[in-house]
C-alpha cells in the first residue's frame, strides 16, 4: 500500500517524498490509520522498522490547520534519539507551518526556555528529566496537548525513568491520544502502561526471532586478552562503510579506542561522560566517514541512525539479551544488509547463551584460521591503559536531565543451546566482506546462518 492510500494530506506526502521514503514498512501501513482514527496505541516493532514515521505522520496530520499550540509530546530516553526524533519531523512536515522543537540535558537550559516562550512549538520531543526541570521552572506548560507519544518507553523503565514518566503522566489532560512504540515490550512497561493508556490497541510486528532479518550474526570466541588483537584484525580484514563497537563501560571504551587508534585505525569514543557537542561531532564524523569506527556504550544503541552503516561489532557481549537486539539494530535499517560480529570471552558464555534464547536461535561462532589465539596480547602502553572492569562503571544510557539511575541487567540464567565453534577456510584473494558481493564473516567461508 503506498503511502498516498494511508489519509495523510497532501503537503505530508510532499514531505514524505522529499525525505525518501516511497512505500510505507510493515508498521506504519498497521499504526498510521489506527493513530488517524485517535485510538490508544502500543506497538512492538523492530529497531529500523520506521517507528518514528509511523507516529509522527499522523500526528501531523492531526495537527495541520490549528491554532499553533504545544499539542503533542514525544517522550525519549536518550538525547540522541530526542534530536534523531526532531530532525525526522522537521524533514516530514517541511511543507506544512508545523513547529517542532526539542529539549534534552546536556545543554544549556536558556535557548530551550525562550524556544518555548516565544513562537512556541506544536510538537516538543523531549527527554523526562529536562521536561521537567522546564516545569519547574514554569518555562512549559502542557495543558493543551492533545497526543503523547512515548518512544523506546521499556528503555526509560530500564534507565530509572518510570517515576519521572508518572509525574509527568499527571500533569497531562486526561483526555488525550496516547501511543507507545518500542522495539521490545518486556513485563516492566505493564504499570506505566496501565496508567498511560486506555483500551489501547496491540500492533505487534516483533517476528519470533526479535532480530532484523537482514542482519547476518557471528560469534568470535576468543580470551578476553586478545580481543582487541582480534577486533583490530576483524577491522583490517573488513570492507565496512562504517563501524560500531560497542564495549560495556566508558572507561573501557575510551581505553579500547585509544588503543585502535595506535593501530592506525580512525575512531572516536561516544558515552555519557562526553559533552554533548562532542557526543555530536562523533556521530557526524562517523555520518561524514571522517572516521571509520565508533566506540560507544549503550548509549547508542538506541536511537542512533547512520545510513549505510554496515557492521556492528560487540567487543563487549551485553549482559540484557534486549541490549543486544538494540545494538545490532543499529546495522541494517530501512530493509539494508548489516553484519553484527560478537567477540565472546569464555567468561561471557552465559550471557551469550541468553541472548540466543531470548532471539529464538542460535548463532553460528566462527574463528579465523591463520589468527594465532594462543600468543600473548599484544602489550598496552601506559597512555592506553585505563579503567573498565566488568560494570564497575557500565553506561548508564546518558542522562537526560537530573541525576537519574541506570539499569541493573541481569541475562545469567543458565542452560540453552549454543552452536558449536567451526574454523572453515577462506581464500584470501576472494573479497571476504562488503555490500559488492554480499558480505560474509571473515573465517566464515561461504557458510550462512
Known amino acids: 500500500m503506498p503511502f498516498a492510500k494511508l489519509g495523510l494530506p497532501t503537503a505530508l506526502l510532499r514531505g514524505v517524498r522529499a525525505a525518501g521514503y516511497h512505500t510505507p514498512t510493515p508498521i506504519q501501513s498497521k499504526a498510521i490509520p489506527l493513530a488517524l482514527e485517535g485510538v490508544d496505541i502500543v506497538a512492538a516493532a523492530q529497531t529500523g522498522s520506521g517507528k518514528t514515521a509511523a507516529f509522527v505522520l499522523p500526528i501531523m496530520a492531526r495537527l495541520m490547520d490549528r491554532p499553533h499550540a504545544l499539542r503533542c509530546l514525544v517522550l525519549a530516553p536518550t538525547r540522541e534519539l530526542a534530536a534523531q526524533i526532531e530532525t ?17 540535558g546536556g545543554v544549556n537550559i536558556g535557548p530551550q526556555e525562550r524556544m ?13 528529566g529536562r521536561l521537567l526541570d522546564l516545569q519547574g521552572r514554569q518555562s512549559v506548560a502542557l495543558d493543551d496537548v492533545e497526543v503523547l507519544v512515548l518512544d523506546e518507553a521499556d528503555r526509560m ?20 491520544q496516547t501511543m507507545m512504540f518500542s522495539a521490545t515490550m518486556p513485563p516492566a512497561l505493564n504499570e506505566v502502561a496501565r496508567e498511560a493508556l486506555h483500551d489501547p490497541v496491540r500492533v505487534d510486528l516483533s517476528p519470533s526471532t526479535r532480530t532484523v532479518s537482514g542482519i547476518t550474526q557471528a560469534v ?42 595506535k593501530r592506525g585505525h580512525a575512531v572516536a569514543a561516544l558515552h555519557g561522560d562526553r559533552t554533548q557537542s562532542q557526543r555530536e561531532r562523533a556521530l557526524r564524523d562517523l555520518k561524514r566517514g571522517r572516521i571509520a569506527v565508533l566506540v560507544a556504550t549503550d548509549i547508542a544503541s538506541r536511537g542512533i541512525d547512520v545510513e549505510d552503516l554496515t557492521h556492528v561489532i560487540n567487543y563487549d557481549v551485553p549482559m540484557a539479551p534486549e541490549d543486544y537486539v538494540h545494538r545490532i539494530g543499529r546495522t541494517a535499517r530501512a530493509d539494508a544488509k548489516g553484519d553484527a560480529f560478537t567477540l565472546m570471552s569464555p567468561e561471557e558464555d552465559r550471557d551469550m547463551k541468553a541472548i540466543e534464547r531470548f532471539i529464538g536461535k542460535g548463532i553460528l561462532r566462527v574463528t579465523i584460521p591463520d589468527f594465532d589465539y594462543k600468543k600473548q596480547p599484544t602489550p598496552m602502553s601506559g597512555e592506553e591503559r585505563g579503567g573498565g572492569g566488568r560494570g564497575r562503571d557500565r553506561e548508564r544510557g546518558g542522562h537526560s ?3 537519574h539511575g541506570g539499569r541493573s541487567a541481569n541475562g545469567s540464567s543458565s542452560g540453552g543451546r549454543s552452536q558449536p565453534t567451526r574454523q572453515v577456510s577462506s581464500t584470501p584473494s576472494e573479497p571476504v566482506h562488503g555490500r559488492k558481493p554480499r558480505r560474509q564473516a571473515p573465517g566464515a567461508g561461504r557458510k550462512r546462518m
Not at 88 to 104: I, P, Y
Open 88 to 104: 525526522s519531523a522537521r524533514d516530514l512536515c517541511r511543507f506544512t507551518n508545523l513547529k517542532v522543537g526539542v529539549v534534552h
Open 116 to 128: 518555548l516562550r516565544g513562537e512556541g512549538v506544536d510538537m516538543l520531543v523531549a527527554t523526562p
Open 157 to 176: 523503565v530500564d534507565m530509572g525513568f518510570a517515576p519521572d514518566l508518572k509525574r509527568i503522566l499527571r500533569l497531562l489532560p486526561k483526555d488525550r
Open 220 to 261: 568470535y570466541p576468543v580470551s578476553r586478552g586478545l580481543k582487541t588483537d582480534l577486533l583490530d584484525e576483524l577491522l583490517r580484514r573488513t570492507d565496512t562503510d562504517g563501524v560500531i563497537v560497542f564495549a560495556r563501560t566508558k572507561r573501557g571504551a575510551d581505553r579500547l579506542a585509544r588503543q585502535l587508534e
Open 401 to 403: 536531565g537530573g541525576g
